[in-house]
Each structure stands twice: as C-alpha cells, then as structure tokens.
C-alpha cells in the first residue's frame, strides 16, 4: 500500500479513505501541529541537518542539552544520540565484539543487536547450560524491552539463575516502551537491577512513540565516552538537531499526549471481552494476532492495520495499533470488532 501523505488516524489509499490502526506513532507526535510549530521554530535555529562529525571543532549545544535531559529522564549517567536506532545498536554490539565473544540473545531480539554466533539464551524454555556453567568470562546478553509480538516487559529475572562466574553486560533495545512504559515514559532501563550485571546499555530508535528522526544509546559515563571515540560514531552523520531541540521544547506535550494514550486504551478496554486470538495487555497500545484473515476482515470494514513478515518472525505480524489521536467513536469501531460474538460471525 502506497500512500501520499503521514498516516495518522486516518489513511487514504487509492483515493479512498480509512481508518488506521497500524504504525509506530503511539503518542501521535508525527502529525500534532504544536510538535510540528516547535519543530518549525527548531529548523530556523538548527537548520535542515547538521552532516558534520559530532568530534569536529565546532559542535552543536543542543546535542549536550538533549543527551543530558533524555539521561536524566531514563535514569542512567549519560546518554548519546545517533542518526538512527540501527545504527545505536550496531555501535555498542560492534564495540562489545572487540573484547568479549560470548553473546547470547532473547528469540526474536531486534537484529540491530545481534550479532554473528550469538547463542540462544533460552533452549527448550530453559537457560542456555554455557550460562550455568563454572567459566570465568565475560558476556554480552541482548534483548528487547518488548519482545516481538509480546505485549508486556521483558522480565530479567533470569539473571538471578545465571552463575556468579559470568561477568554480564545486558544490552537491551527500548524502541517499543521508551515513551510509553514507566510512569513518565522513561521506559525499564532504570528498573532493571540486579546483582550479577557489569554493565547496562539502552540502545532505542527516537522514532517511534518520541516522533524523531535518530537513535540513542544510554549507559554509564565511562561507556558513553569510549562510544564517543568509536571511528564509525566519528564519522557518521549526526541525529538531526531540529527534531532534538523540537522534543527539548515539547516536553508538556509528550506528558499530555501519554495521558490521552493512557485514556484511550481505558476507553477500549472498559467493560469488554476480548476474542482468544487476540494477545493484549490494557496498558499497552498494540493488540496482536496471529490470524491472517483479522487484517482482510478489518480491510473490508474500512480500517487498515499493520500486516507483514519482520525477519525475525516465522509468521506474518497482525498489530493493531492504539494512538493518542484516535477519536473514541474511531475506538468504538475497532472495539466491536475484537468481541468474540461478533468475531466469529466476521472470520
């Protein structure tokens, strides 16, 4: 489906028009005209893009301003922007390559954060045995916040099982809970603590519940700064500086727009059931299906939802996405179609 214009809560295709359930703009931030006055006002003082290395001679203030508040705000010592999520991921894997060689990863872990010969840190729903063992070494564990096609957070207890002799660095990618899990959208970074880890890192994409164009990576100050010196960090292009001074400038926004996201999913979910083939968690904003005919069936009821194959996936993904511009009578339409009664009639 080709598109001429943003989809928000509305879509148009080949001339005709329909609701959307889909995408990754939670708080809706892409098309709000005030996040687009502000970005407006950031391209007079920023410019278009800034394609200079961040370790020239002349840098840029509003990198520091927005690495130190988007720091404070996820709670860990400092914080590093870059032109993508990507390329956030690829930096801080790369880097941990150099010196340690044992990595596991979460099933279905992004692939910005996986890396050649990394192990399943599961098998057959138990810790891999390498985890249990008496090695002394260092290792890499990988994971999303959100696993794919999950709905709630990664839990991290397992740590707790791994044996004392591993040294544990958790590298773990917030692009689908930074903006909308925690209680002022700070995502998990900070709640994940535990006795046995070395060292955490967040990697994120800023461009989907946060509406930017880059990617971070957070952590403590010393791996921050070593990141800093890494040539590919050195020689890539920058996150643009307008859409970082735009978030800057719209921080009552984002508050405003997570309350309207909070009331919209209290909205759906009040007095309803909801069919098995559905997965969900009511204070989360994506609704998953495994059912292909639920994306025809939705089609033809004028409502387009997200449906494609990601490569981490064995099947194709059915989401259905909650915004905080959807309208309740938008959410009305969307919620008579998830009662079993109904379903069965329609698949």
């Known amino acids: 489906m080709i598109v001429d214009s943003f989809p928000d809560r509305k879509i148009k295709i080949k001339g005709k028009e329909y609701l959307y359930f889909g ?30 290395s961040r370790n020239a001679n002349v840098q840029l203030s509003v990198y520091n301003e927005f690495e ?13 922007t870059t032109s993508s999520g990507t390329l956030a991921g690829k930096l801080v894997v790369d880097y941990l390559s150099k010196s340690i060689s044992s990595f596991y990863h979460y099933t279905k872990t ?19 045995p390498k985890l249990l063992d008496g090695t002394n070494e260092e290792i890499v564990i990988t994971a999303d916040a959100v696993l794919s096609l999950e709905v709630t957070a990664t839990s991290f207890s397992f740590l707790n099982d791994i ?10 990618d917030e692009s689908h809970s930074l903006g909308l899990m925690g209680e002022h959208g700070e995502g998990i970074f900070a ?10 890192v967040m990697i994120s994409s800023l461009g989907k519940a ?50 309207k996201l909070k009331e919209n999913l209290e909205f759906l979910f009040e007095d309803i059931e909801i069919a098995e083939i559905f997965k969900y968690n009511k204070s989360y904003p994506v609704i998953y ?48 179609f998830l009662k079993p009664t109904i379903l069965e009639a329609e698949l």
Not at 68 to 73: I, S
Not at 163 to 172: E, G, H, M, Q, Y
């Open 68 to 80: 130190q508040l988007f720091a404070n705000q996820v709670g860990s010592e400092a914080s590093l």
């Open 23 to 52: 995408g990754t703009s939670y708080l809706g931030i892409a098309t709000h005209p005030e996040f687009q006055h502000n970005l407006a006002r950031s391209l007079k003082k920023w410019g278009t893009f800034y394609g200079s």
């Open 191 to 200: 709640n994940i603590s535990n006795e046995k880890l070395h060292r955490k």
């Open 289 to 336: 299906s495994s059912n292909d005919n639920v994306f025809n069936c939705l089609l033809k009821k004028g409502i387009v939802i997200t449906n494609f194959k990601y490569p981490t996936y064995k099947v194709a993904m059915n989401r259905i996405v909650i915004t905080a511009n959807h309208t309740q009578e938008d959410l009305k339409k969307i919620k008579n």
């Open 110 to 128: 992004h692939p910005a954060i996986l890396v050649k010969d990394s192990l399943p840190l599961f098998i057959n729903g138990k810790l891999h």
């Open 163 to 172: 044996s004392s002799r591993k040294k544990i660095t958790l590298v773990i």
């Open 210 to 259: 946060l509406g930017l164009s880059g990617g971070i990576i957070a952590g403590d100050k010393t791996f921050i700064n070593t990141i800093k010196n890494e040539s590919i960090f050195i020689s890539s292009s920058s996150a643009n500086p307008a859409y970082l001074n735009a978030f800057i400038l719209s921080q009552g926004l984002f508050k405003a727009q997570r309350k």
